[in-house]
């Protein structure tokens, strides 16, 4: 999410027997939506669409100094800096799922969900980042939790990264530094050697645009490196690169036994033009989607042309001596292309575009990734706000863009990664469900539209800590009061709404 000690109880044979089975039926790639379907078949989700909820490592777990964790870079800013976040908060205790995985668990169980995505703290598996800092503590938890999950008959599925870099990895340069793509492979090895015998459904990145602009280029996030239009893209060059050669590694010496599905997760907003046409639309899609998608999911690969010829263009006129868009190599290209087995969707909400560089009344430094874009955001004043500023609830936003992507990419296989509302707290919070059902309701309308939409996961399953928001902003099903010791789980009527909508596999 934007701007996210256990005991053994089953042995791996098992475990591997059941997650199998489980695949087999899971995201089927014969399955598909009849587009000429009648009215009432087309008000229930077809047999082989998923639901879930999503978690992520820094935003729930706490936990952050023990059993032999290494310091991550969230850590590391909000210790020296607690100003920065609203209710200087962090995320050192918080939920507290690192002793209560159990208690999430159960509510899961409770939901009925068929899939959990939940990312894994590099720095708990790998202290220092390295694979010489192995901490088999921290290989125990997760294996403990995808055991408990496997139990209960939920999916896990795992995502490699979530904004939560070991801070060592940064110290090296992060993310710009081109050692990153190493150490992010073998990371991953050792997350495939101890789980792919278990985990069939991995992502590689959560929106890694967020993270290479959002931290590298605008500084507003950990590690808030001020690099406004080179750091932004160098850092997405690499990411692309280290996802890259983590799905060939995947697919070459794993997926041959276990089998399983890797991809990464991308978000965007909806975007809407006031005016006749459609090319700031595409435009706009092409620099927040494309950047990442066009890269991995596209025919040609590579750069979106105009992010290529933008930044180029731009980048000469600055009398820059090369462009600040790094260069692929035709080796990378081809290494890059293809390497996805789905698309990963963060979805939340939408705006009106506009030519300019001005969102939401801000203006942005020069050069800068939003520069390049040149596109202005706005809001419609009929549109319900969330507690979060940014999230207006638009959910014909998602509509435009599942259908972009079905055209855009030759209508690859989706999963709708994240997907959320943010209130005060309130137990009988009703904009959430009106959320829930709004976008689940367009996801009905895509298949109708024939493309290959194969779940929907809502974040979050629990209130947590939301970045440079802290606790002010709650996107859980189920209330967490982290001020109380014992950080009940408490469902909200969202939850209560979800459970039916799974059971009943038709909006309630």
């Known amino acids: 999410m934007k701007a ?53 490592s820094y935003q729930i777990e706490g936990g952050w100094n023990e059993d032999g964790k290494g310091l991550n870079i969230w850590d590391t800013l909000l210790h020296e800096k607690p100003d920065l976040v609203l209710d200087k908060s962090n995320g050192d205790v918080g939920p507290d799922s690192y002793h209560l995985y159990k208690e999430d668990v159960k509510r899961l169980k409770e939901l009925g969900v068929n899939f959990y995505r939940f990312s894994v703290s590099w720095s708990r598996i790998l202290p220092t980042g390295d694979v010489s800092s192995l901490n088999p503590a921290g290989v125990k938890y997760y294996s403990d939790l995808i055991d408990l999950l496997l139990q209960e008959g939920i999916q896990p599925m795992v995502t490699m990264f979530h904004y939560d870099l070991p801070q060592y990895v940064q110290d090296l340069g992060g993310v710009t530094n081109p050692l990153f793509v190493k150490y992010f492979r073998e990371y991953a090895r050792v997350l495939f050697d101890n789980f792919a015998d278990r985990v069939k459904l991995w992502s ?21 490196k001020k690099l406004h239009g080179v750091g932004e893209y160098y850092a997405a060059y690499h990411i692309l690169l280290a996802h890259a050669e983590v799905y060939h590694l995947f697919k070459e010496q794993y997926h041959p ?98 030519l300019g560089s001005i ?17 202005t955001f706005s809001t419609d004043p009929s549109w319900k706000r969330g507690k979060s500023e940014w999230l207006y609830l638009a959910p014909e936003g998602l509509r435009g863009i599942l259908k972009w992507i079905k055209k855009t990419y030759d209508n690859p296989e989706v999963i709708i990664t994240e997907s959320g509302w943010s209130d005060g707290g309130e137990l009988e919070d009703e904009a959430r469900v009106e959320c829930l059902r709004a976008h689940l309701k367009v996801v009905l309308e895509a298949l109708q539209a024939g493309c290959r939409v194969k779940a929907f996961s809502v974040w979050s399953l629990i209130d947590n800590f939301e970045w440079m928001m802290g606790y002010s902003e709650k996107f859980g099903l189920y209330r967490v009061d982290v001020d109380d010791p014992e950080k009940k789980r408490v469902a909200k009527k969202s939850a209560r709404i979800y459970k039916e909508i799974i059971k009943n596999r038709q909006i309630v």
Not at 204 to 224: D, K, Q, R
């Open 4 to 56: 996210h000690s256990f005991s053994r109880e089953i042995d791996h044979r098992f475990s591997a027997i059941l997650v199998v089975s489980l695949f087999v039926t899971l995201f089927p790639r014969s399955a598909r939506m009849d587009d000429s379907c009648s009215t009432e078949s087309c008000q229930v989700f077809p047999k082989d669409f998923y639901f879930g909820t999503a978690t992520a």
């Open 204 to 224: 590689t990145f959560n929106e890694p645009c967020s993270f290479a602009y959002y931290g590298h280029g605008l500084g507003e996030i950990a590690p808030m």
């Open 359 to 375: 969102t939401d009344g801000k203006s942005y430094p020069d050069p800068s990734w939003e520069r390049d874009q040149n596109l």
């Open 257 to 354: 036994k276990h089998k399983g599905k890797i991809g990464l997760t991308l978000s965007s907003m909806g975007m809407f033009q006031k005016s006749p046409g459609d090319d700031l639309v595409e435009r706009g899609l092409q620099f927040t989607l494309g950047f990442f998608a066009h890269p991995i999911f596209s025919r040609d690969g590579g750069w979106p042309k105009v992010i290529q010829e933008t930044v180029d263009r731009n980048s000469k006129a600055e009398g820059r001596a090369w462009s600040r868009l790094p260069v692929f190599t035709p080796e990378q290209i081809e290494r890059v292309k293809g390497s996805a087995d789905f698309f990963g969707l963060n979805y939340f909400t939408g705006r009106f575009v506009e």
